[in-house]
């Protein structure tokens, strides 16, 4: 076998390997795959910041901005919060409710929420069992496990229309709000 083929099989070894290793680490991780537009979107039971019990179902008839943000009161976190924040009453006028989620506890929802006067639900999910249904549970360096940046969009009968991944905070809530209306526009 010449060196250059025994490299090639030895590069595609180590490509199996991995992916196979990926794959149980996903599985012993309880990871699952986003669910795709046109899908039902996972309901779940999740504590705002005032510790009232919120289901996803609980906004059945209405439009749903569902994202999920690394930690409470970091700086690009602060940014997305406040900007869905600032565009509160357009979201309100196209009949959507914004929910935030981390897998931050109910007190660290409560300070964010009331430092950054948030007019909207941050829901804590502190098991990361939601984090993990949506897909978007992740890792720094596998030591600390936390929500990837993605939103979601929900329509009125509960179904995933559209799915960001690794979103950037800067500009994000406007960029939702006219994907809402191209949404909302009869037969689009």
């Excluded at 009949?95 to 929802?109: F, P, Y």
């Excluded at 964010?112 to 949506?134: G, W």
């Excluded at 360096?141 to 800067?170: C, N, Y």
């Amino acid at each position: 076998m010449t060196p250059r083929k025994r490299l090639m099989t030895v590069s595609a070894t180590a490509a199996i390997i991995l992916g196979i290793a990926l794959g149980i680490a996903q599985s012993l991780l309880g990871l699952a795959d986003s669910p795709k537009a046109g899908q039902p979107a996972p309901d779940f039971r999740l504590q705002d910041q005032t510790g009232k019990w919120v289901t996803l179902n609980d906004h059945r008839g209405k439009w749903v901005v569902l994202y999920f943000y690394p930690k409470d009161n970091t700086p690009g976190c602060t940014t997305q919060a406040c900007e869905f924040r600032d565009e509160i009453f357009a979201f309100r006028r196209a009949n959507t409710v914004i929910l935030g989620v981390s897998v931050d506890d109910v007190e660290s929802k409560k300070a964010f929420a009331k430092e950054h006067s948030l007019p909207f639900q941050v829901l804590a999910d502190p098991t990361k069992a939601v984090t993990k249904q949506y897909g978007v549970l992740t890792s720094m360096m596998g030591l600390m496990e936390f929500s990837r940046r993605d939103t979601f969009i929900i329509d009125p009968q509960g179904r995933v229309v559209r799915h960001w991944e690794k979103v950037e905070a800067t500009g994000h809530s406007q960029l939702v709000l006219n994907e809402l209306k191209k949404l909302q526009v009869p037969g689009a």
